[in-house]
């Protein structure tokens, strides 16, 4: 059974970095895509970056290319979200999934997802 559990959520300021990890059992994934979404109150959940099982093309969303940073260490099949200058927009529940079958900004491509962290950030 595939399990995927976050780490790393809280609270920062406005312009604070946190680093969010998230770590995957019960398979191996170094050939699977490994991806971050998030959702804030009242939206639907948006991808905001992913990264081939390689380590290789990452991806990101508009909103935090330049700030977040996508990275995965598959020893330990772990994938990292390194945010950087968080905004106030950026606070949201963030959640860590894996094994895409199609297009990576579409959460419904996306097959395993953890249970989200909470991301807060303050002005």
Same mark, same amino acid.
């Given at each position: 059974q595939v399990q995927l559990v976050e780490s790393g959520g809280g609270l920062v300021q /406005?312009?604070? !970095?946190?680093?969010?990890?998230?770590?995957? !059992?019960?398979?191996?994934? !170094?050939?699977? /895509?490994?991806?971050?979404?998030?959702?804030?109150? &009242?939206?639907?959940?948006?991808?905001? &970056?992913?990264?081939?099982? !390689? &380590?290789?093309?990452?991806?990101? /969303?508009?909103?935090?290319? &330049?700030?977040?940073?996508v990275s995965r260490e598959n020893a330990k099949n772990t994938v990292y979200l390194q945010m950087n200058s968080l905004k106030p927009e950026d606070t949201a529940v963030y959640y860590c999934t894996i094994s895409p079958r199609g297009s990576w900004i579409l959460d419904v491509s996306w097959r395993y997802w953890g249970q989200g962290t909470q991301v807060t950030v303050s002005s």
């Amino acid at each position: 059974q595939v399990q995927l559990v976050e780490s790393g959520g809280g609270l920062v300021q /406005a312009g604070g !970095s946190l680093r969010l990890s998230c770590a995957a !059992s019960g398979g191996t994934f !170094s050939g699977d /895509a490994m991806g971050w979404f998030r959702q804030a109150p &009242g939206l639907e959940r948006e991808f905001v &970056g992913a990264i081939a099982g !390689s &380590g290789s093309l990452p991806q990101y /969303a508009d909103s935090v290319k &330049g700030r977040f940073i996508v990275s995965r260490e598959n020893a330990k099949n772990t994938v990292y979200l390194q945010m950087n200058s968080l905004k106030p927009e950026d606070t949201a529940v963030y959640y860590c999934t894996i094994s895409p079958r199609g297009s990576w900004i579409l959460d419904v491509s996306w097959r395993y997802w953890g249970q989200g962290t909470q991301v807060t950030v303050s002005s």
